[in-house]
Every structure is written in C-alpha cells, then in structure tokens.
Nanobody, 125 residues
Framework: QVQLVESGGGLVQAGGSLRLSCAAS????????VAWFRQAPGKEREFVAA???????DYVDSVKGRFTISRDDAKNTIYLQMNRLKPEDTAVYYC???????????????????WGQGTQVTVSS
C-alpha cells in the first residue's frame, strides 16, 4: 500500500509561482506513472499533469507551458512546478498513483487507486 502526502500549496498573487510536492511512502514509485489532479469548488476533479514510469509527460491544455511535472526517484517524490499562475488555477491539488506499475498515461480519476489528502492552491487577482 502506498501513501501519498502533498505539500507546497498556499496563497499567491496572479503571475506568481508555487512548487507542489508529493511524497510517497510504503512503495517505490520508480516504475509507476503518477498524476496531479485538481478540484475547484463545485467542479469535478480535473486532470492536470502526468508523468509515466519512462518520464514522458503530458498536461491539460490550460497549463501547458506554465506547469512542469517531474520526479525524484531517490526521494520517492513527484513535483509540480507551477509558474505564471492564474486565478482559475485555484483549487485543491491532489497527486495520484495507479495500483499497477508501468502503463501509459491515465487521464481519468477512476484509473488511480491511491490519492493524497490534497493541498490548497489559491491565486488572487
């Protein structure tokens, strides 16, 4: 069983930056794809970014060019660097991992078995 703990959220002005971290324990994520999702009040949980076990990455169109997902396998941690933040980026951000290793990109929340508790990101205008 893997446990995921997000950190790094906070309040930032539009145009600012934050770096989210997702620390894993209980299992190495080295051969697992991991994703970041977000959920704003009254909205469904939305795919944001993913990184495969082979280090390929993909992003939702609204964050391409602004967000970067990366991993540090030595620290068993996944990061989401968020630059040029916008008020519409305000949400609770979650990291997620599937139950099985390898695989390709998964874009739907139902395809992930393990979730962190989330970290709030608020972008003021």
């Amino acid at each position: 069983q893997v446990q995921l703990v997000e950190s790094g959220g906070g309040l930032v002005q539009a145009g600012g930056s934050l770096r989210l971290s997702c620390a894993a324990s209980g299992r190495s994520l080295r051969f697992y794809g991991v994703a970041w999702f977000r959920q704003a009040p009254g909205k469904e949980r939305e795919f944001v970014a993913a990184i495969t076990w082979g280090d390929s990455t993909d992003y939702v169109d609204s964050v391409k060019g602004r967000f970067t997902i990366s991993r540090d396998d030595a620290k068993n941690t996944i990061y989401l660097q968020m630059n040029r933040l916008k008020p519409e980026d305000t949400a609770v951000y979650y990291c997620a991992a599937p139950g099985s290793p390898y695989g390709t990109f998964f874009y739907h929340a139902r395809e992930y078995d393990h979730w962190g508790q989330g970290t709030q990101v608020t972008v003021s205008s």
